[in-house]
């Protein structure tokens, strides 16, 4: 599957914003998909994920309240919508897709075969 993220940006603090990432070349119904961010001069980290039936999603600690995944499966596309963004939100946010992740590996970069070239997020103070 192939994957395409849209719609990063700038933003100032307490604002929000919507990414997409648009699935391609396989049956997106059947894979677990998530949202990863990369901050300068830090490593990529997990931000939230939903599983294949969209029963299942699961958040890092601090996006929890903030930030909301969902899916349209008919549509092949994943979401995030990201509210009250702060500075330290600034990233490239990416989306992967794998097709056999087990719940307890949702954060886990490596379960993630599929990934998307990423969106760059800016928010400023």
């Known amino acids: 599957v192939q994957l395409q993220a849209f719609g990063g940006g700038l933003v100032q603090a307490g604002d929000s914003l919507s990414l997409s990432c648009a699935a391609s070349g396989g049956t997106f119904r059947g894979y677990s998909v998530a949202w990863f961010r990369q901050a300068p001069g830090k490593n990529r980290m997990f931000v939230a994920a939903?599983?294949?039936?969209?029963?299942?999603?699961v958040y890092a600690d601090s996006m929890k309240g903030r930030f909301t995944i969902s899916r349209d499966n008919a549509k092949n596309t994943l979401y995030l919508q990201m509210n009250s963004l702060r500075p330290e939100d600034t990233a490239v946010y990416y989306c992967a897709a794998s097709s056999s992740v087990v719940h307890s590996s949702l954060g886990s970069q490596t379960a993630y075969a599929y990934w998307g070239q990423g969106t760059q997020v800016t928010v400023s103070s």
């Open positions: 939903i599983k294949w039936n969209s029963r299942n999603t």
